[in-house]
Each structure stands twice: as C-alpha cells, then as structure tokens.
C-alpha cells in the first residue's frame, strides 16, 4: 500500500510562528528601535491572514502589508498598490525588504537642504562666470599686445 502526502490546508487567519519568523527576519533593519517601527497580524475581510508594518508613532500608518490569500502571498505598499506577489514566502520577503526604504527621514531632509543650497549657489555664481568669461574676452586681444 503506497500512502500520497497531501498539502495541508492553513489555517487562513493565522501566520505561522515559521512564517512570522521570516517576514520580520527580512524587515530586521525596518524593525530597528531607532526607526521607531512596529508591526501587527490581521486578517483582510474573508479571515486571509496579514502582516503590517507600520510607521513610527504616533499615526503608526501602514507602511507594508503582507498577505496569505490561499497559496500566494501578495506584498502591498501603504497605499494598497500591489508590488509582488509569489508563492514563495522567502522571495516575498526579499521584495519586502527591498520596498523598506532604511534611509532615515533626517538624512532625506539633509539631503534635500543640501541640493537646494546648491542650487541656489549655483544660480549666483553662474551670472557671474558668464560676466567674467565676457570681461576676458573683451580684454584678451589688448592683454595679448602687451605680450
């Protein structure tokens, strides 16, 4: 008598303690206390289960949602737009650590400050290079009689 393994059905609602263990083992760096990230379980409105990242405090808003519908798992951003979906969990995990952004709000704020004020030096400047090159220019044929 041969015996056949069927695959056993999940429970929908409910992540498994593995499955748990390699959603936030990918968000590791996005978990980090100083980021101020938390995440939560849920279930969408058929009892599929969910995994949310969310933001700092005090909004603490969604930032990435992982779900279980059936056999598929399927990465969302906050804002509900699909960014992958697999079978495999540990790919959906990569992906999801590739959508965290790590770099924090205060160094894309310096950043940001930095290419302003560059810009802003670099449009001062540029009207006074332009009279230099003109000065140069109407003094270079008499400074080349003295040569």
Not at 54 to 79: F, K, N, W
């Amino acid at each position: 008598m041969s015996v056949v393994a069927f695959e056993r059905a999940q429970e929908t609602g409910v992540w498994s303690e593995r499955e748990l263990n390699i959603i936030v083992a990918a968000l590791q760096a996005a978990l980090a206390p100083s980021t101020g990230r938390g995440w939560e379980t849920g279930t969408t409105e058929r009892g599929d289960a969910q995994f949310y990242l969310l933001g700092p405090l005090p909004d603490q808003a969604c930032e990435l949602c992982v779900s279980r519908i059936g056999a598929r798992y399927i990465l969302e951003d906050g804002s509900g737009r699909l960014l992958f979906e697999h079978r495999n969990l540990d790919i959906v995990a990569l992906h999801a650590r590739a959508a965290v952004s790590s770099t924090s709000w205060l160094m894309v704020r310096a950043i940001v400050l930095w290419c302003a004020i560059r810009n802003s030096v670099d449009e001062k400047l540029e009207p006074m290079i332009a009279e230099t090159e003109e000065l140069l220019v109407q003094l270079a044929p008499q400074l080349a009689a003295f040569a």
